[in-house]
Every structure is written in C-alpha cells, then in structure tokens.
C-alpha cells in the first residue's frame, strides 16, 4: 500500500520544539505548505520585552515564510491560523506552561517534533546535559500525560556515533557503550583501571545525576576522561548520545511510536520554499565563511585528511525526512505496531562529497565573488589534483591560525576605527566558528546508512516522493549546483552584498533573495469588507495566530507590528535586518 505523508498527517496537532531554530523553522515550514494539520503548538520562550507570541510572529514575517504569505494575500489560504504559540522553557519545572496551555497540550496533541537542542559543540558538560538530557525528560514527562499522543520524534545528530572507526559504515541503530562514572580526582590511569575492572559501572540516569552533582570544573575534568576512552570528540555528541538512551528506556503510552532523525551537518535549503537560504554563522555557513574571509592559508592548514568525506545535507532534506518519519510513525501506532525507527538525514553513503570537492567548489565560486570582507593577502587553496593525498599538519596548522589571527586584529582595529563594528564582529564570529569545526579532533568521516529513508521514499506515492524529498541524492542536485547556490545565499544573505553572484549559466536553481513580509504588506485597507477579512485571515481586530489568555502582548497581533520590533529578532532577509543571533538556533 502505498504511503502518503500529507494523508497521514492530515488532521494532526502538532508540538513543536525548537521552533525558532534554523530546522525547526523550516519543519514548521513545510508542515503549513505542504500538509492539512489541525494545528500547530509552538513552545518557545519569552525573551527580553518579546513575548513569546511575538517572537512567533516575528519568525512568520521571515522570507522563509514567503510562499505562505502570498497564499495569504491573494485569498487563497491562511494557514498561519494553525500556529499557536505557547510560551514555556525546557529548563523549568512543567516545561514552564501555565495550567491553560498545558491542559490544551495534553488534550490535543497526537505528535510532538522535540527539536530544541544546545548545539553548542564544546559546552561545559553540566550546560549540555541541562538542555539535552534534562530538557528532552521534561518534554518525555509532559508527552506521558498527552491523552491522544501517537509519535513523539525526537531529532538527534549523527555525532551520537562519531566515536565509531574511519569511515564505519553506521546502521540506524543504537550503539551501546560501558557507562563508567569516574570517582572524583581520578587520574586517566587510575579510571581505566578501574573501568576494565568493572567497578565504575553505572546506568545513564545515574551518570549524568551524578555529573550535575559535581562542581562544575571538577564535572568538567571527569568527563574527559570518559570521553577519551570512549573516543567521543565533543561533550554535545556524548550528551546527545546519552539522550537517545534517556528516550529509548522512557515508559511512554503504548500506543506512542518513537522516532529518532539524526541529521549530519544541516546546511542552506536544496529546494523550496527558498532555495539557498541559510540562517546564522554556525557550522557548515560559518566554515564556509571563514574560507571566503581568508582565513585559510594554505591548503596542509585544513585540519582534515584529504580522504574526509564531508557529510552535508540540505536542511530542507532534513525537515522532509522528520515530517516522513513522523507520518510513518502514525501509521505505525494505528495499525497498532509502534516500535522505535531511526533515520538518517545524511549523504555519505547516499551522495557522498569528498573534502576535495568542497575545496574545489569554494575555491572556484569565492575567486569569481569575493566577498565585501575578507582579509588582505587573501588566496583560496584547493587540492591539486581529486588523487593528491595530504594529511594535516600540526605545524601549518599552528602558523595559519597565528597569521590568521593576526590579521583579524588589525583589520577589526581599521574597522572600529571607521565606524564598522558590525564587520569587526563579523570577523570575530566566523574566526570562532572556524577555528571550532577546523579542529583535528572532528575528523571524524564515517558513513550512515539512509537504508530507513530509502523505504520510506520507495514507499511513498509519486507525488508525495517530489514533496518530501527524503534522502539526498546526486538525481536531484550536484554537488557543484549546491554548492553555488549555497555560496551565493551566504553572500546575499550572511555578508549582504548587494550584487549578485556570479554563477555558470547551467547552475539551476539560481539563487533569488526574497524579502521578509512588511507589517503594511499583511495590513488590510480600512475600508477592506468582512468578506475580504473572511477569506484572507488578516483583520485589524483578530489576531493571526491564536495565544492564550495569559499572554499580556498587544492585541493588535501579526497585523501592526511594528517593523522596529520584526526586526529586532529576524534573521537577515534583506539590505537593513540583521542576521540570527546564535542563540536563536537553539529554541
């Protein structure tokens, strides 16, 4: 029989978190576009004067966005009606609800899309597991209570299995690792010791109840020493794996269908609504831009073996893969099978991209457009050849940063000196960001089988396979279409040129940049009919997107905002707004 995510999610009420991130805005995306759920509960925060409505409505003026509103202006469909936003925080106790709101989520919902993370790569233990571990119980508990709930998707990473061998081949499953807590002031001989003995032994829960307990810095030092002997690079990787566990053992319903998504590294959007874009300087964009700004300065200082295959995937792929699994997990829970699936959003195994590649791709686009800020003396080193074979060396590695560094610090000294500190923070962020992921100890290529997305796709009707493209293959885009269209949406929207880029004639799609809705475009005339109010959605009175009542915000909703508060928390769209602030990609 074939499968049909759209019937599937027909008539669903979905809990989003994480919907303000980067994924989660596109999943949200896609969710209105392209399915007829009921509903929509997005958990967010509050933050500094914005409520968490408008923060909301802030994010559905975004050009993300821009397909919806045009349905909306012409009469065909408001489908912003379906998003509710319900203000609460992972950190606090009931995930911070008020009793309306919670009782509506229990009441309603039939799945929840939990993509809210800190992925911050190198965090201190203790912040991780406070967001990770801790945040994603608190969305289990709340997910027990929820009377109608039939998949709970969890979006993991596929850092959970970095600690496996070069170039493993990675099956959609969960690898199990010893758990031994170290006793405190342990040395790294002293713990291995003990661990091979046996007498450190303990379950996740205990672990990380017992990493919390400790003062931060000697927490900091003990989580070393396990993940060394676990070989895992980052504390976001172990924490995460520590997640999957958590979610897997959780006594839900049932009924309830578990769902992990591990996406790889999530980058600019494939396809529709807005092929290019890209929100913020984390990963992928922020290596990326680092290499554009000059930071590289010679091809032996890149901290990965010319065999590292680059495992991108477009963030469009990921969120089609989340709402397939999703659906998939709802049909699994009414034919009364529901089980645990995992899926990999990934392309090592699917579309694999040698690092030779990346560097050849970038190198070829930043020559023929440069970027408005990159540093003096700049060239952009590739590969010599597809078979030269380099290996990392320490020593470029070290010189080129110091270069590197030092020039930062004198072009942010001109730049402040001239009034631009924007562009001198510009600089500081993309030097962090590169010198993170150029890092020796994320060398870590390894291959995940997309054997769970690929039955999905054979399962799928014709028409539902061109919606939700779920697994990221070279029949859909190249590599250097990609990767063209990727550079392009990083200039226009991340170093705002005004210009645009220059791109062969065969590149297809071209790279167009679309303007966030104004607060005048989504306001009706005053002499507008009921009728017109009626089909449109858009009225002076009525607000766009429903709230509860105990939110104290305007009542004027989506349609008078203010275009002083849409930009003060909008990603880059357009000359004039400014770029996502990090800590948006997180909730």
């Not at 596109?26 to 509903?39: D, F, P, S």
């Not at 060394?228 to 995460?240: D, P, T, V």
């Not at 293959?473 to 991340?494: A, D, F, H, Q, V």
Request: proline share 6%; hydrophobic share 40%.
């Amino acid at each position: 029989m074939a499968f049909s995510p759209r019937e599937a999610l027909a008539g669903a009420t979905v809990l989003l978190t994480g919907g303000l991130g980067f994924l989660g805005s596109v999943c949200l995306e896609q969710l209105l576009r392209l399915t007829e759920v009921e509903k929509v509960y997005l958990l967010v925060r509050g933050k500094k004067h914005l409520t968490a409505a408008q923060r909301v409505e802030n994010m559905l003026c975004l050009p993300l966005f821009h397909l919806l509103h045009d349905d909306a202006r012409s009469g065909k469909r408001n489908v912003f009606t379906k998003v509710q936003a319900v203000e609460g925080d992972l950190a606090l106790p009931g995930l911070g609800l008020s009793a309306e709101d919670a009782a509506a989520v229990r009441n309603e919902v039939t799945v929840i899309i939990h993509c809210a993370a800190d992925i911050e790569l190198d965090a201190p233990i203790q912040k991780t597991l406070k967001a990770n571990y801790l945040g994603t119980r608190a969305v289990l508990e709340l997910a027990a209570e929820c009377q109608k709930l039939r998949v709970f998707l969890h979006t993991s990473t596929y850092f959970v299995n970095s600690h496996l061998p070069r170039h493993a081949l990675v099956n959609e499953k969960i690898y199990r690792l010893p758990l031994d807590l170290p006793k405190a002031g342990m040395t790294d001989a002293e713990y291995s010791a003990a661990a091979d003995a046996g007498k450190l032994a303990t379950t996740h829960a205990e672990f990380v109840t017992a990493m919390l307990e400790r003062p931060a810095e000697e927490a900091d030092q003990d989580i070393l020493l396990v993940m060394n002997r676990l070989n895992f690079a980052s504390s976001y990787a172990f924490g995460k794996y520590l997640t999957e566990l958590s979610v897997e053992e959780y006594p839900l319903p049932g009924r309830v269908s578990k769902v992990f998504v591990r996406p790889s590294l999530i980058c600019s959007l494939a396809g529709a609504p807005y092929p290019g874009y890209v929100a913020g300087y984390g990963g992928p964009a922020g290596y990326t831009m680092g290499y554009a700004a000059g930071f590289f300065s010679h091809i032996t200082s890149v901290a990965y073996g010319s065999d590292y295959i680059m495992d991108l995937i477009p963030a469009d792929v990921v969120a089609a893969l989340v709402l397939a699994a999703a659906a998939a997990g709802l049909v699994s829970s009414s034919s009364g099978t529901p089980a645990l699936a995992i899926y990999h959003a990934a392309s090592a195994e699917s579309h694999p991209c040698p690092l030779k590649l990346v560097f050849d791709i970038m190198g070829k686009f930043w020559e023929k457009n440069p970027p408005p800020l990159r540093l003096p003396l700049t060239w952009y080193p590739t590969f010599k050849s597809i078979d030269e074979r380099l290996e990392p060396s320490a020593v470029y590695m070290t010189i080129g940063r110091r270069v590197t560094l030092t020039k930062i610090w004198g072009v942010s000294c001109v730049l402040s000196a001239l009034g631009k500190p924007r562009e001198a923070r510009l600089l500081s962020n993309a030097y962090k960001a590169f010198c993170v992921y150029n890092s020796r100890r994320y060398d870590r290529s390894i291959t995940c089988a997309v054997d769970g997305a690929r039955t999905l796709q054979a399962q799928m009707t014709p028409e539902d396979r061109q919606l939700f493209p779920v697994v990221w293959e070279e029949s859909i885009m190249s590599w250097e279409n990609y990767g063209c269209l990727t550079g392009s949406g990083i200039r226009k929207l991340l170093f705002r040129t005004k210009e645009d880029s220059v791109v062969p004639d065969c590149v297809t799609p071209k790279f167009q940049a679309w303007p966030a809705a104004e607060p005048k475009v989504l306001r009706l005339s005053a002499h507008a009919t009921d009728a017109d109010m009626a089909v449109t959605g858009w009225s002076s009175g009525v607000d766009a997107i429903p709230h509860s009542k105990g939110d104290q915000r305007r009542p004027e909703g989506i349609v008078n905002l203010t275009a002083k508060a849409m930009c003060e928390d909008s990603p880059v769209s357009n000359e004039g707004r400014r770029p996502l602030p990090h800590d948006m990609l997180l909730n």
